[in-house]
C-alpha cells in the first residue's frame, strides 16, 4: 500500500503542537507495518536550523501555478524513519515561524499552504509516486483536493487516487478572503455554497471535507460532536452529510520517546514498580519553579498546553484560589494568546509560593513536568484527541479532564472501590465541576493504597500507535477498494 501524506507539521522538524507528534509517529508506525509511506512538509527555517541532513532531489520542479511556470526545490531527509521530503521555496516558507509571530497569523498563509499543497501533489510525479492513497491533514493539506477536482481532474497521473482528510481541530478552518481563489489560481466557480465558501469567505478545510473520499478525525467521540452545531464550527451540516464517510480514530503515543524509563531529559528516571525517581522529579520539578521544598507532600499539577481559549485556562485562572485553598500547587508551561498570557503571570505574583508559570515552548521542560507533577490538569472546552493525557499517563500522572472528545474517549473516572479507572473527569466547562474532580483526586492522592492503584492503571494504559496505524490501514485499504 502506497501512502502519501501533506502536513504542515511533523517531529522532529516542526512542531507548534498535537499535529506535529502525528504528522511524525503515524508514517514512522504505517512504515513499520509494511505500508510505503512519503511525507510532504514545506521547509521552514526552522527545518534548516535544526540542521537535519537533507538530500536534494530536485532542483527545480516546474509546475503551472495561476497559468504561469512556477519552481521549487525538492529535498528529502536523511533522518531515518519513515521518508519525509520538503518543499523549499524560501520567499513562502523560510521565516521564524510556522505560521506566524506572536503578532499573530502571516498575511499570506492562504498562498503559502496552497503552494505547498499544489507543489507537493507535482512532487508526487516528480518523484513517479502515485500513492493508493492520498491522505491530507487539516487546512493547510486539504486545499490540495481543490486541485485534484480542478486544474488536474484530468490528468492520468492523479486519475483515481483515493483520498483520505483528516481533521485534527475543526475550530482551524483556513478561512480567507474571496479574491484568495485567483492568488492561489483556483477558478471563482469554486465560490459557492456547495464550494468552498464559507459565510462570505474562502475556507480551505471545506476542500477536504467536500472532496475527500473519506474523512476521518482524531477520536470517535469528536467525530460525533463535530456533527452538532456545538462543537461544528458551522460546519456541522455539511459533516452530517458525510456521516457514513466519517471515521473516528483515537491518536497514539511513541513510546519509545515518551517513557519515563528511558527518559533522558527528566532527572531521574523510574518505571511501574519502581517509583523512587518520580519523587525526585516531583523535587526538582518544585525547585525549578521556585516553589517550596515543603509542598513535596502536597499533591502538585502539571499543564502543558497552547494558550488558547479551546484549552479552558479561564477556567484554570477562576480556580486558582479554591485550588490553593485545597493544598495544591500548580505549574503551567504554555505559550500563545497574550491575554492568556497576562492572566497568568498576574495569577503567579498573586500566588507566587502556589504557582509556577513558564510562559515557552520548550519539550524537554514539558517532558519534566510530566514526570514531576502528581496530577495532569485538561480542561479544555473541546479537544478533539488531546495527547497530553496519554503522556501523562505513561508518566503515572494522573489527568484530570473534562469530558469531552478524546479526552473523554481515553480517560476512565477512577472507582476506588472496584479499583478501576486511569484519572478523574468533570462534564460541565464549570468552576465546581473542575474542583470536584480536583477534589475526587485529592481524596485518592491521600491514601498511598489508593494512590498507587491508579497509577499503576495509568502506567499500564496501552495507547501505542501500533493500534491506531491498524485502523488506519484498515480504513486506508477499504478506500482502495472502492
Ligand atoms: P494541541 O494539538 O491542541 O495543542 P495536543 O494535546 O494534541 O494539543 O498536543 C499538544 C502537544 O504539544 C503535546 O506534545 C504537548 O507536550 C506539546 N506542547 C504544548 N504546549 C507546549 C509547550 N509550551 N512546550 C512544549 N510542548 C508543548
Redesign the pocket.
Known sequence: MKIAFFVSEAIPYA????????GGALPHALAKSGADVKVFLPLYREVRQKGIPLLKKADRVTFAWRGQPETFALWESLEGGASVYFIDKPALYDRDGLYGTPAGDFPDNGPRFAFFSRAALEALRTLEFAPDVLHVHDWQAAIALAYLKTELADDPFFRGMRTLATI??LAYQGLFEKGVLEEIGLPESLYGLDGLEYFGKVNFLKAGILYATALST?SQRYSLEIQTPEFGCGLDGLLRRRSESLAGIL?GVDYASWDPSSDRDIPASYAPGRLQGKAVCKQALLGEFGLPAEGKDLPLIGM?????G??GLDLVVDALGSLFTLGVRLVI????EAAIHQALEKARRRFPSFFGL??????K???RI?AGSDLFL?P?RY?????????SLKYGTIPVVRATG?LDDSIEEFDPVKGSGNGFKFGDYALSALIAAVKRAGRVYERPEGWANIRANAMACDFSWARAAQEYALLYADLARR
Open positions: 512542531k507548534t503542537g498535537g499535529l506535529a507528534d502525528v485534527h481541530n482524531v491518536n502543558v498546553t497552547r494558550l488558547a479551546q484549552k508551561l504554555g505559550t500563545g513558564k510562559i515557552a515552548f520548550d519539550e521542560l514539558a517532558r510530566y485538561i479544555s479537544e478533539p484527541c488531546g495527547l497530553t493525557q496519554m503522556y478524546g
